[in-house]
């Protein structure tokens, strides 16, 4: 499948929102390429139509679906687990039911899961995934990098932004005295090693891909 930023004169039924960071897109690029999908194309925004961080990031799901012309009936959202407190299935449903999103039913993906829901007239289902074994996405790259350099990267300590700000930057590091950046690690990774390290969203990606609906 095939990730695009503008749609211009392409058409697109699966749209990418996410609840933070930069990293979400580069990994989703190379990602998608994994997986054929019967030549599906998903739509990742890079400036999307709300921006919004965590669980408001969803705010967005009404706008695109009340605007007939986006055509949207798959949404793929990822979060990090930061901006989860305890339950990400509850709080997750709670907030779509905040903004007028009615539940159908929930089904799990791995760890992700997947929710049908309705707003006004238009079915959507919403592809939940939960970036990062704690924290966030980074900790997934770490594991990747580990997998595919052997390098291990500190992931101890408090959780906080200067832990966070701290990760990026050896993740920046190991990747520049390997003249290599992000879509290139991932690129020239072993898909068996993307699925140990992004297992979530490539359980998505397969379900998506193996999908005629969507």
């Known amino acids: ?14 749209l990418i929102i996410t609840g933070d960071g930069s990293n979400e897109f580069h990994i989703m690029k190379e990602l998608c390429k994994k997986y054929n999908g019967h030549n599906k194309l998903l739509w990742f925004p890079r400036t999307p139509l709300l921006i919004k961080k965590g669980l408001c990031a969803l705010d967005a ?5 009340n605007n007939q012309i986006f055509g949207i009936n798959s949404i793929i959202y990822l979060v ?10 509850n709080e997750i449903q709670d907030h779509l039911n905040s903004i ?3 539940i159908i039913d929930v089904s799990p993906i791995n760890e992700a899961f997947a929710i049908r829901c309705i707003s006004g007239n ?30 291990k990267i500190n992931l101890s300590g408090d959780r906080d932004s200067g832990w966070k700000t701290r990760i990026k ?21 072993e898909k068996s090693k993307l699925e140990r ?15 005629f609906q969507f």
Request: aromatic share 6%.
């Open 80 to 89: 990090d687990g930061e901006y989860i407190e305890e339950d990400a299935i």
């Open 169 to 189: 930057k050896e993740i920046r590091q190991i990747l520049k005295g390997r003249n290599k950046n992000l879509e290139e690690l991932i690129r020239n990774a």
């Open 122 to 151: 238009y079915e959507v289902i919403l592809y939940c995934i939960v970036s990062g074994t704690e924290t966030c996405i980074e900790e997934e790259i770490a594991k990747l990098i580990d997998l595919e350099y052997g390098v």
């Open 100 to 102: 007028g999103v009615n």
């Open 61 to 65: 799901i009404k706008i695109y679906l």
């Open 197 to 211: 390290s992004f297992p979530n969203i490539c359980a998505v990606l397969r379900r998506i891909e193996e999908s």
């Open 1 to 14: 499948m095939k990730l695009v930023e503008e749609l211009r004169d392409l058409k697109s039924n699966n």
